[in-house]
């Protein structure tokens, strides 16, 4: 009978209920009806018209659609962006943690700080300080050290302005996480590694790494993830030139979802769940391998 009367507390209730409301208002209702999309055909206005696996079809396997083009150029270019930024964003902000750590190292708060201060910059101011920067008549790379190409126009320069800005702008998180993980590690591992005669490279792989393996795994499925849906950098940097040659699956879906003519929301609703699935397969095969190798 006591347990019948025992009263249940719903304090926590009012702690998680927002964010359990943001949630599903702003991300779990949104994808769900998303994936509804996109088996219709839609223009955002009227009701949309069940049209089942056909999306699916022409974007995969009709080769003469503009779709199927547009998917498998975008998922091209994503890949490419994926596979350049991915791992400077895993390695730089690592050596630049391992570097802050040492202890001949001052001022490591302020160094962190300046570092981290680009993540909290827009896209577009930062697409404005890198425009100016590899502009060919004003900026500094053309002026200081005499380089002649038109950065955003050509190939392969135009990828090299938007991993610049990527760069500039994503390794200040990473680092901090780095940093937090590194300062957790036990001092005397290190110091009984120095008696052992072990070097800074040594201790690094030995030591650092193993120790910090399920935060680098954690950064890595992430940034791996939103590399992926990456929209911002291209957008405003090359505007997805020369010849859509980095035009990122984002941008076509955008394109094709709020085009200026007729939108085809339903065909971009299918090529994002498509790159949903990119993402996860990707991220699980992520996760699996690290932690095989790991263990």
């Known amino acids: 009978m006591n347990g019948m009367n025992k009263k249940v507390n719903v304090t926590p209730l009012f702690f998680i209920g927002p964010h359990v409301i943001l949630f599903a208002v702003f991300i779990l209702l949104p994808t769900i009806y998303g994936m509804y999309a996109s088996f219709t055909q839609w223009n955002l206005v009227g009701d949309p018209v ?24 975008g998922m091209k270019n994503t890949f490419i962006f994926v596979g350049l930024s991915v791992p400077l964003l895993i390695a730089i902000p690592l050596l630049i943690a391992v570097a802050l750590e040492h202890k001949k190292v001052k001022m490591k708060s302020f160094f962190q700080s300046i570092l981290y201060i680009p993540g909290l910059i827009s896209i577009s101011a930062a697409a404005l300080i890198w425009s100016l920067i590899f502009n060919k008549q004003l900026g500094v790379v053309s002026n200081v050290f005499g380089s002649e190409p038109v950065w955003a126009s050509t190939q392969p320069y135009a990828w090299i302005t938007i991993i610049a800005i990527t760069i500039w702008g994503g390794i200040g998180g990473n680092m901090i996480i780095y940093r937090a993980s590194i300062n957790g590690v036990s001092k005397d591992l290190y110091e009984s590694a120095e008696i052992d005669g072990a070097g800074s490279i040594r201790k690094f792989w030995n030591i650092t790494l193993p120790s910090i393996r399920f935060p680098l795994i954690y950064t890595f499925v992430m940034t791996t993830a939103g590399c992926f849906n990456v929209f911002g950098q291209p957008l405003m940097m090359t ?57």
């Open 50 to 73: 069940w049209v089942g696996l056909d999306n699916y079809k022409t974007i995969l396997f009709n080769t003469d659609s503009t779709f199927h083009y547009q998917f498998f150029n």
């Open 239 to 295: 505007n997805g030139g020369p010849q859509q040659s980095t035009t990122v699956l984002m941008m076509y879906i955008r394109q094709l979802a709020f085009s200026h003519g007729q939108s085809i929301a339903g065909m971009a609703s299918a090529m994002a769940v498509l790159l949903g699935l990119v993402i996860l397969v990707v991220s699980a095969l992520q996760y699996y391998l690290m932690n095989r190798n790991a263990t």
